[in-house]
């Protein structure tokens, strides 16, 4: 293609909107544009990208044998009813009606569909295992849309869905997809971690998330550099770090003292001179309609995922501050654990073994001193806490390291969820009806594109790597006026073609700074420029990623980038 005819919108400026480096970037270089929050047109560029992406994604995924469907993105209410996730999935979903007033949404997944097409049809252990899969938008009405492709409202997901007749069966299609998810996410160039996680609103149980280390990601995990144990923070468990003072000795007796406007424990901390982990955070939660107080060490986060598991509720929420009065006679900020006879108490390990510490007194402007978990109140201790900086890996004690990260795939074993609450049973080896056991696996197109952006980036743009960069090579004449170059240029663009290389011919009539600053900012992998060094028989061959530059005679410079350019999409 012939760069002055194609319409490559590049920005000299960073958008003031943009946060992120994927976010400026894919805007500087033309490849998107923002039409309303969190959505955006993919243009030409972009375009390419994420169709070389999907391309990949389609030859792992037929290759472990999964058959490619496209299943609507408009789905009746009825559904979604039928699973219980038309009430759960609450303003992440976006709901519509159609002319007869009936109950619509806009697909967010697509386990209920794949679920109904299967009940209807799957009669036998016979048929199974089956894994189907699909390259398909989604709509999502994010809470934050932002950071660009990252998080978006309407997104392009390869979904699928495996079916089998046991446990077992759904280990092995598990193992089939976390290697294809492997061989994917090295394909498109990424360095990438595989991480425990939870399993959400999908419910399920064993769950493996793909994620990419970056800034701009929005979750944290926890590794081991020791024993390569990995999470996501949300369900990663640890060793908390030791407190920053030793605990009162003896058995003492809870007394109360006045803190006047002290609420946040940093507050209580300041003004009892004792540090955060002396004290308890009290936290009066909501789980499935019953209130429930969590408390925590003071410097501890609650882990809303643990909490959820721990109660095994589907829907929690902090309590609002009307029922905190209501339950505990007091505002957030004086809230205890001691005396507290209505509601389910449930305590961090961490508080195990500790005593005489500092909580509410459940009387606005007043604290505890000498508080005893399981003494000075009755609790349950359950891992409700979130893994923080300083903790130790449970496995071998070695210093947890957090790192913020992209998710860019996740896989679950759904289990029994759809095929129990949808009917999906088919007939076993003895004829008796069974549930199928199912699994589910997603993978953000946008989010590897983001993502690679991300990790392959210098102050002049983006450097993709080959098998999902827009173009493999550009040719650039150094003066497009100038006949020689011109042919010369363009012969080598031919010869690229012939090679079958991605080319694109820079026949722009600009100054090379100019072109060398667009083609660096777009990301193409490689550039020949055919500039003064023609006289020689020499054309320049630039790599964009470390900007390395070779003379190579011009008869070889096509057959260069060719086979530099099979040796990176093998990296
Ligand atoms: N709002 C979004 N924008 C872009 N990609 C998304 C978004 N939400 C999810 N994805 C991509 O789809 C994949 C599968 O989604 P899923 O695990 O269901 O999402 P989540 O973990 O956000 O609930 C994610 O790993 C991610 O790559
Ligand atoms: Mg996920
Ligand atoms: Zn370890």
Known sequence: MHWSNLFIPTLRENPAEAEVVSHQLLLRAGYIRQLSAGIYSYLFLAQRSLLKITQIVREEMDAIGAQEMLLPALHPAELWQESGRWNLMGDNMFRLKDRFGRDMCLGMTHEEVMTSIARGELRSYKQLPQIWYQIQNKFRDEPRPKSGLLRVRQFIMKDSYSFDLDAAGLDASYQKHHNAYRRIFDRCGLDYLVVEAHSGAMGGSQSHEFMVASDAGEDFVALCRKCGYSANLEKAVSRPSAPQTADPAGDLAPE????????????????????????????????????????????????????????????????????????????????????????????????????????????????????????????????????????????????????????????????????????????????????????????????????????????????????????????????????????????????????????????????????????????????????????????????????????????????????????????
């Open 256 to 571: 109360e003292f006045h803190t006047p406007g002290r609420k946040t424990i940093a507050d209580v901390a300041a003004f009892t001179e004792l540090p955060e982990t002396s004290q308890i955070k009290s936290l009066v939660m909501v789980a499935d309609g019953a209130p429930v107080l969590a408390v925590l060490r003071g410097d501890h986060q609650l882990s809303e995922t643990k909490f959820a598991g721990a109660m095994g509720a589907s829907d929690i929420r902090p309590a609002h501050p009307e029922e905190m009065r209501r339950w505990l006679g007091a505002d957030a900020g004086s809230l205890g654990p001691v005396g507290v006879k209505k509601l389910r108490i449930v305590a961090d390990c961490a508080l195990q073994g500790r005593h005489n510490m500092i909580a509410g007194a459940n009387r606005d402007d007043y604290h505890l001193r000498n508080v005893t978990s399981g003494e000075d109140f009755a609790a349950e201790f359950h891992d409700l806490r979130q893994a923080a900086a300083g903790d130790a890996c449970m496995t071998c004690g070695e210093l947890l390291e957090l790192r913020k990260t992209i998710e860019i795939g996740h896989i679950f074993k759904l289990g029994y969820k759809y095929s129990e609450s949808m009917g999906l049973r088919v007939l076993n080896t003895d004829g008796a009806e069974v549930p199928v056991i199912m699994g589910s696996y997603g993978i953000g197109i946008e989010r590897i594109l983001s993502a690679a952006v991300e990790q392959r980036h210098d102050a002049d743009g983006m450097a993709l790597p080959v098998s999902i960069a827009p173009f493999v090579v550009v040719v650039t004449p150094v003066n497009s006026a100038e006949p020689t170059q011109r042919r010369a240029a363009e012969e080598i663009y031919q010869t690229c073609l012939e090679l079958g290389l991605d080319a694109l011919l820079d026949d722009r009539d600009e100054r090379p700074g100019v072109k060398f600053k667009d083609a660096d900012l777009v990301g193409i992998p490689f550039r020949i420029t055919v500039g003064k060094k023609l006289a020689q028989g020499m054309v320049e061959l630039v790599e964009r990623r470390g900007k390395k530059s070779t003379d190579v005679p011009v008869a070889e410079a096509a057959a260069a980038v060719k086979s530099r350019a099979s040796d990176h999409s093998t990296t």
